[in-house]
């Protein structure tokens, strides 16, 4: 085949009124609409002078190139024509899975992400299965980049375990992209700001562990036990807290060292 019997190829973006992409050898390929400004010009897929210019390099795409694109290929003799979806999606930012605990009995899942395309789907499990609980909203801003959170609040009396792992999931079903973050919720934590929590047994679980059910501490039997007392004030446990926590700090900054607070209660033997 030669350019005389009038190859021209075209691509559309959906449908035929959205030409973006025109070459007619011998000449040079045209861009136009959506496209222009985007397509690298001197990018050739062979040396063939006819199969040159038949693919369309574009640089840096963007989600709003996402959708059907059409390549038609005519001479005077004949036409033909095919039809593909490109997507480009935009992954999670800013993903984030935290705990919010303002009162005794109750801890506020809260899990977050932005500027994602296409229209992400969120959801919290426990063991598995979705919390019913849990609300979702969504706002799309004007690139038409997608954020979301997704909020569920969890009474300590539905944790049937000294603690439970609950899931985020975040995926866009059409990229074939997932990921998930976790948090561990140790029930009777005491109100605080987010954290990232972790508690020794509750008072009650005591007696069956065979230690007590004493609301003090197990360790100075002085005061009543709860996490405050034993990461920042307990005097019979002084030793081990510069060992796996460091300096003094504030409650949140201690409960954000995990790997710190399971050595700190594994050297306690409290974990059991």
Not at 154 to 165: G, I, R, S
Request: glycine share 6%; with cysteine.
């Amino acid at each position: 085949m030669s350019p005389k019997v009038g190859l021209v190829m075209k691509w559309f973006f959906n449908g035929s009124s959205g030409l973006v992409y025109q070459w007619i050898p011998p000449m040079r390929p045209q861009v136009i609409g959506l496209l222009k400004g985007k397509v690298d010009l001197d990018f050739k897929i062979s040396d063939d002078p006819l199969q040159a210019y038949r693919a369309i390099k574009i640089r840096n795409p963007t989600t709003d190139l996402s959708g059907n694109y059409t390549c038609v290929v005519s001479t005077f003799l004949e036409e033909d024509r095919q039809t593909r979806t490109m997507l480009v999606y935009s992954p999670a930012q800013n993903f984030r899975f935290v705990q919010e605990k303002k009162y005794v009995f109750l801890v506020t899942l809260i899990c977050s992400a932005e500027n994602m395309y296409p229209k992400p789907i969120m959801v919290i499990l426990s063991n598995g299965v979705p919390l019913k609980q849990t609300v979702t909203e969504m706002k799309m801003d004007s690139w038409g980049l997608y954020s979301v959170t997704s909020t569920a609040v969890v009474h300590d009396d539905d944790v049937k375990t000294p603690l439970e792992e609950f899931v985020c999931e975040l995926s866009l079903p059409p990229a074939n992209y997932t990921i998930n973050r976790t948090t561990i919720y140790y029930p009777g934590l005491m109100p605080t700001a987010y954290i990232a929590t972790f508690e020794v047994n509750k008072p009650q679980e005591r007696l069956s562990n065979g230690i007590t059910d004493s609301p003090l501490c197990r360790a100075c039997m002085e005061e009543e036990e709860t996490a405050l007392h034993i990461i920042q004030h307990c005097p019979a446990v002084s030793d081990y807290r510069p060992r796996y926590l460091g300096p003094p700090r504030s409650p949140p900054e201690i409960t954000s060292n995990i790997k710190g607070l399971l050595g700190f209660f594994g050297e306690l033997g409290w974990l059991e």
